[in-house]
């Protein structure tokens, strides 16, 4: 799904993957080589699920993206494999078997295509018990993703651990939200923005804090961050789970 947001130059594509997916599309057929080795490392289903879902969604956004990265304007090879042509079955699982999402040193997602190390694409992911979202964006631009499952306990984590700005605490009184479901697009904002800036979590956690935060219509919000005024967010709020996707606006 291509998604423009508004202050981005590009359009982003998004795309999700849950646990009924991997009966259609079973991870050998889509995983790259090293991929299977890392999903092999892990020694609970759980943890290789999500991570094989993290990897789902990215290889579809990125595939997305490919298909239609003329109207990015990238000039950086992406890879014959990925043709304008779409594909099915087979065809389509080689295509993203030849996608592979590795990790840089400070865990930020890296993208290889075939064995090339592309420069057209980035894509920012998140898992969580049987679901993997992503979001692949021209190579350059600044885009983090997070999503966490609406559950009062990691809520709870989220109030008792996470020291919030004065302005976090304004809005957390004056929504109309459930206090759990605003903690948690609280916290998924602040990580989506430390994925855009490529730290994570590996930073000062107040350097991540809301200044404010809009609804724009059902289930979506949309906030601007205290230390980093050219950063955007937009949250979406679900069912079962609410996610942030953090942006540098132009
Ligand atoms: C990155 C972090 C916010 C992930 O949050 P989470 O809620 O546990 O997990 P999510 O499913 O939402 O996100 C995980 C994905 O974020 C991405 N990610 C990890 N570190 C990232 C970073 N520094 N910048 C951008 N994206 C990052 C990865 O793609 C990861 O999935 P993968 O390992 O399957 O590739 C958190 O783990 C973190 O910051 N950790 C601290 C940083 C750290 O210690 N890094 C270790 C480097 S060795």
Redesign the pocket.
């Known amino acids: 799904m291509q998604l423009p947001l508004a202050g981005l130059e590009a359009p982003v594509w998004f795309a999700s993957a849950s646990s009924a997916d991997l009966n259609e599309l079973p991870p050998e057929t889509f995983l790259a080589e090293a991929e299977c080795a890392r999903s092999s490392e892990f020694k609970f289903g759980q943890p290789r699920e999500?991570?094989t879902l993290?990897?789902l969604a990215g290889k579809l956004a990125l595939a997305a993206a490919g298909e239609t990265r003329r109207d990015i304007g990238a000039t950086g090879p992406l890879t014959p494999t990925l043709s304008p042509s779409g594909g099915e079955g087979e065809d389509f699982a080689l295509r993203l078997r030849s996608i592979e999402?590795s990790?840089g040193?400070?865990?930020?997602?890296v993208v290889r295509v075939g064995g090339w190390n592309p420069t057209a694409l980035g894509v920012?992911?998140?898992?969580?018990n049987g679901l993997g979202v992503a979001v692949a964006f021209p190579a350059g631009a600044r885009v983090?993703l997070?999503?966490e499952l609406i559950d009062a306990k990691r809520a709870e984590t989220v109030r008792k651990g996470v020291p919030l700005s004065g302005e976090e605490e304004s809005w957390l009184k004056s929504t109309a939200l459930p206090e759990a479901t605003a903690l948690l697009l609280l916290w998924t904002a602040r990580?989506s923005l430390?994925?855009a800036l490529?730290?994570?979590?590996?930073c000062k956690w107040e350097s991540l804090a809301l200044r404010e935060i809009e609804r724009g219509g059902e289930g979506v919000y949309s906030g601007s961050f205290l230390h980093q005024p050219q950063f955007r967010c937009i949250s979406r709020i679900g069912a079962e789970a609410v996610m942030s996707l953090a942006f540098e606006i132009a």
């Open positions: 999500n991570f993290g990897r999402i990790n040193e400070r865990g930020e997602p920012s992911l998140s898992h969580v983090g997070d999503v990580e430390g994925k490529g730290t994570g979590l590996a």
